[in-house]
């Protein structure tokens, strides 16, 4: 498989946007959704870029790459330093690293992961598909 950098950029900073808004527009949403939205967009943003970066891998190579990714993130927050901390009390440091280790998180990369790889698998099979009815 051989991806398009430019639709895996593309897919990043949709991603990207969708997570600002879903901070935005947080009130709007129920409960359930908020708490667990960004850490699945987020997760599906780490997909895209693996998916950006290793372009001939495999679905199945990126999804595993993404989760061990997503899932060595939020156990390092279980470590507690002064250095690290200071990083984690920056917007971006925030943002990439977080700072409590959750359960529901692992639960929304998964997700997330899931729905992003899943999107590709169908949408590359349905190319595949209509490349060969031609």
């Given amino acids: 498989m051989k991806r398009n950098r430019f639709v895996y950029l593309t897919l990043i900073f949709i991603t ?3 997570g600002l808004l879903s901070r935005k527009f ?9 708490c667990y939205l960004g850490d699945c967009l987020w ?3 780490i997909y895209w870029g693996f ?5 001939s891998f495999s679905i199945l190579k990126i999804a595993k790459i993404s989760l061990a990714f997503c899932y060595l ?3 390092s927050q279980l470590y507690h330093a002064n250095w690290i901390d200071a990083i984690r009390h920056t917007t971006l440091g925030a943002l990439a690293l977080g700072f409590g280790f959750l359960w529901s998180d692992i639960i929304a990369y998964t ?3 899931g729905i992003a790889s899943g999107m590709e698998y ?6 595949v598909r209509r490349i060969n009815t031609i």
């Fill in 26 to 34: 947080d009130a709007q949403l129920p409960d359930i959704v908020n």
């Fill in 43 to 45: 997760a599906m943003m």
């Fill in 122 to 127: 169908l949408i590359s099979y349905n190319s």
């Fill in 111 to 113: 997700l997330g992961i």
């Fill in 73 to 75: 993130i939020e156990i």
């Fill in 16 to 18: 990207i946007i969708a």
């Fill in 51 to 55: 998916g950006f970066v290793f372009k």
